[in-house]
Antibody, heavy 120, light 107 residues
Framework: EVQLVESGGGLVQPGGSLRLSCAAS????????MHWVRQAPGKGLEYVSA????????YHANSVKGRFTISRDNSKNTLYLQMGSLRAEDTAVYYC?????????????WGQGTLVTVSS | DIQMTQSPSSLSASVGDRVTVTCRAS??????LAWYQQKPGKVPNLLIY???TLQSGVPSRFSGSGSGTDFTLTISSLQPEDVATYYC?????????FGQGTKVEIK
């Protein structure tokens, strides 16, 4: 069974940093692109970041470019999102997601999410 | 960047009604479109990919159509458990943008 478990969320002050982790199990982690999607309270889904299966290529939305960095450790089956220069508008539930199959970019599996709150 | 626009933003329909949600891309994306369902308080769930392919386990009352710039999600007979917000997503290339969502409620 595919499992994605996010951790690392919490309350952080504006300008602060946080690192989210997503522990993956139940599949060959190194075969799939991985993604971060966020959802601000009461709002829609926003596609944040993605990384290819070998970590060689990454994507970041303009809203987080230069502040967030996606990475992965295939030896640990773990996806990361390093978040810096955090702003109030980064407050959201952050979901880790896996591509549906090894050659696709739509999202077949989602974690339960971790809440990040940016506030003083 | 290609923008994804859903309509309507919300709708209310009776049980058994046929419900249609539209997603329009600002440029052509071939059939690289997915639909997700997010029930209240729950994680999004993949319904349809490649514009019209039903994900395994999804009830057959859901269907998708379209190509290029105009896409449709149809629920042939609305059920109480279909109360949710539905999102489209393009995945032809980055950015793999979501639509703003369509909230479906029971009248």
């Amino acid at each position: 069974e595919v499992q994605l478990v996010e951790s690392g969320g919490g309350l952080v002050q504006p300008g602060g940093s946080l690192r989210l982790s997503c522990a993956a199990s139940g599949f060959t982690f190194s075969s799939y692109a991985m993604h971060w999607v966020r959802q601000a309270p009461g709002k829609g889904l926003e596609y944040v970041s993605a990384v290819t299966s070998n970590g060689g290529s990454t994507y970041h939305a303009n809203s987080v470019k230069g502040r967030f960095t996606i990475s992965r450790d295939n030896s640990k089956n773990t996806l990361y999102l390093q978040m810096g220069s955090l702003r109030a508008e980064d407050t959201a539930v952050y979901y880790c997601a896996r591509s549906a199959d090894s050659s696709s970019w739509f999202l077949g599996y989602w974690g339960q999410g971790t809440l990040v709150t940016v506030s003083s | 960047d290609i923008q994804m626009t859903q309509s309507p933003s919300s709708l209310s329909a009776s049980v058994g009604d046929r419900v249609t949600v539209t997603c329009r891309a600002s440029q052509g994306i071939s059939n690289y479109l997915a639909w997700y369902q997010q029930k209240p308080g729950k994680v999004p769930n993949l319904l349809i990919y490649d514009a019209s392919t039903l994900q395994s386990g999804v009830p057959s009352r859901f269907s998708g159509s379209g190509s290029g710039t105009d896409f449709t999600l149809t629920i042939s007979s609305l059920q109480p458990e279909d109360v949710a917000t539905y999102y489209c997503q393009k995945y032809d290339s980055a950015p793999r943008t979501f639509g703003q969502g369509t909230k479906v409620e029971i009248k």
